[in-house]
């Protein structure tokens, strides 16, 4: 073998071990989506009775259908408003000079360490005295706080990079200044939102400890909350069909994402990380 | 926002400072407008709680007992100090962190190398190793639960031939979840060190190639020192966040097994005990604590970082 071969067989092993590890654990639990309830527990990793009889039955409850509503509606809409505050942010700390910047880094690096089930009683108290406690923006209130930093961290990097020049050299050749925002500035600029918008999705996505604290029905109940309380058919066994069910369709989203954007989620994190 | 960028040229010789200083003027108000909605948000959303936590943390308030709330000092961490509960809590979460941080960093750490480096189908390389980022921890949680559980049918009790349930005992959770906070966040801890790695300048490496190092020498010479600042950063942001451990507990056995995190009694004092006095306390307890080890890390990193000037 060549040493090119040898090289090129060493890496195709490595990406095999990479393949298995991130896999497995997501191959089993769709194993289990697709296993009949009377085999769950048999042990094997692939199904010998298959059904589909797991889906049908999440999606013929409410608990689910109303938490994925939740999870999609609140999840878009504190994204959006996280994004939103954090580009005029990330804009004045990226180009401007200013006093008490670093404070203002610090506070949102702060936030970022800050332990989320210190916030947790307090809110749940706040939220109930003034009729927050089980609604959305219950939920979009701290998911938004919480995904700012970030958001503010991630965007800045991104907008430090732009070449500001290019909207003045676009003025001088005729542009208006509306006209050197949007055909210069501005897409040179949504790769970055893009990009934070879906790492920030990903954490309102994610959560567990404020949606299990400040929901208590299909109100606001999101996905992740409502799995954790899925009703078993006795107190003591577990609804695992229904649970690996509603696991996997919640999966499906963040991989369609991390597969059509790895580029992308990779630039934002690490590009954050350099400049924090 | 074009209007700074408009005016920034400021080329007339003889007013060149006060026009500088009417701009400055102008460019601290646009800031000061621009990064408003962000703090006041930011501030308002955890500055109330921080508030009130610590004021409830000097009272006795039960929400089984409401209008029964009085000041008692600082009993209720006394309370908690002297509980054997709250030491043994510290303890699992510090178990679980550094043994959960140190596997994420040696694996983060080949990972970010494969990732830097690999010849083959790089963005499906890259793809499939983020997966787990992506995924919900409640989705990992129960993945590896059921995974491990004998009596639930899983497939690694199956596959090591073990008799008795791997999740009956202390030991058995343990491993369990902290190879679900390993397995889920070993792609951020890569992806922390990848940027670190994209710092360390190729033709150095080449150079000492040329002269003769070998790859280990390569990276404990070159790669790590130079990695040191984003190594630091790295290790901050995964222990600070494995620190507070709440989900993938909370799904395997809500803290029984031995594996009570401070988080985890936390949450089950203030929302299933609603002893929001003693809750608070241990609130704020965690808080510091945290606080305690940003602060340490940020002092390293000040420390890997002026050497290097």
């Known amino acids: 073998m060549s040493q090119h071969t040898r090289q090129l067989t060493g890496w195709w092993a490595i990406f095999l071990v990479v393949i298995v590890c991130s896999l497995v654990p997501v191959a089993w639990i769709v194993s289990l989506s697709l296993k009949t309830p009377a085999s769950a527990t048999d042990g094997s990793f692939i199904p010998h009775h298959w059904t589909l009889s797991n889906y049908s039955q999440i999606f013929s409850t409410g608990i689910f259908t109303d938490a994925l509503r939740n999870s999609i509606g609140i999840g878009l809409i504190s994204t959006a408003l996280a994004v939103i505050l954090a580009c005029a942010a990330a804009y004045a700390v990226a180009r401007l ?63 430090r990079e732009i070449p500001w020049e290019l909207e003045q050299a676009a003025q001088v050749d005729g542009a208006t200044p509306f006209q050197a925002f949007t055909k210069v500035i501005a897409p040179l600029a949504i790769p970055g939102i893009v990009t934070t918008f879906i790492l920030v999705f990903i954490i309102c996505w994610n959560d567990f400890i404020f949606a299990i604290s400040l929901t208590s029905t299909t109100n606001a109940e999101t996905v992740p909350a409502a799995i954790a309380q899925f009703p078993g058919t006795s107190q003591f066994t577990q609804p695992i069909g229904d649970i690996a069910a509603a696991a996997v369709v919640v999966t499906v989203p963040v991989m369609v994402l991390v597969l059509l954007f790895q580029r992308r989620i990779v630039a934002g994190l690490t590009a954050g990380a350099v400049k924090g | 926002m074009s209007t700074t960028a408009v005016a920034a040229p400021g080329t007339a010789a003889p007013r060149r400072r006060t026009r500088l200083t009417e701009r400055a003027r102008s460019e601290r108000k646009l800031a000061a407008i621009l990064i408003a909605p962000a703090a006041i948000v930011m501030l308002a959303v955890t500055v109330y709680p921080i508030v009130t936590t610590i004021v409830l943390s000097l009272q006795r308030a039960d929400l089984r007992f409401p209008g029964a709330n009085k000041w008692v000092g600082l009993d209720n961490y006394k309370a908690v100090l002297t509980a054997p509960v709250w030491w043994s809590s510290v303890a699992h979460t510090v178990i679980i962190t550094v043994i959960a941080v140190a596997f994420q960093f040696l694996f983060g750490m080949l990972l970010a190398l494969a990732m830097h480096r690999t010849l083959v189908a790089r963005g499906l390389f890259r793809s499939i190793a983020l997966i787990p980022y992506a995924i919900v921890a409640v989705v990992a949680a129960y993945s590896w639960n059921y995974a491990w559980s004998l009596s639930n049918g899983g497939w690694i009790p199956h596959l090591l031939g073990l008799s008795s349930d791997p999740l009956s005992s202390t030991f058995g959770n343990y491993v369990a979840v902290i190879i679900t906070e390993i397995w889920k966040n070993t792609p951020f801890m890569a992806l922390l060190l990848l940027a670190g790695l994209a710092l360390v300048p190729d033709d150095l490496q080449e150079a000492a190639k040329v002269d003769g190092a070998t790859a280990w020498q390569r990276f404990w010479r070159i790669t790590f020192p130079l990695m040191k600042p984003a190594i630091l950063v790295a290790l901050l942001f995964r222990t600070l966040d494995e620190f507070r451990i709440f989900d993938v507990i909370y799904i395997f056995n809500q803290g029984a097994q031995g594996t009570e995190s401070i988080s985890m009694l936390n949450y089950s004092t203030l929302l299933d005990r609603l002893n929001l006095g003693l809750g608070s306390a241990v609130s704020v307890l965690l808080f510091l604590l945290v606080a305690l080890i940003a602060f340490v890390f940020i002092k390293g990193l000040g420390a890997a970082a002026t050497p290097g000037k």
């Open chain 1, 97 to 159: 000079d200013f006093p008490g910047k670093r404070a203002f880094l610090a506070i949102s690096l702060a936030v970022a360490m800050f332990p989320q089930i210190s916030l947790v009683g307090p809110l749940y108290n706040l939220w109930r005295q003034i009729g927050l406690y089980d609604t959305w923006p219950g939920l979009i209130i701290p998911y938004m706080t919480f995904a700012l930093p970030l958001s503010i961290w991630v965007l800045s990097s991104f907008f």
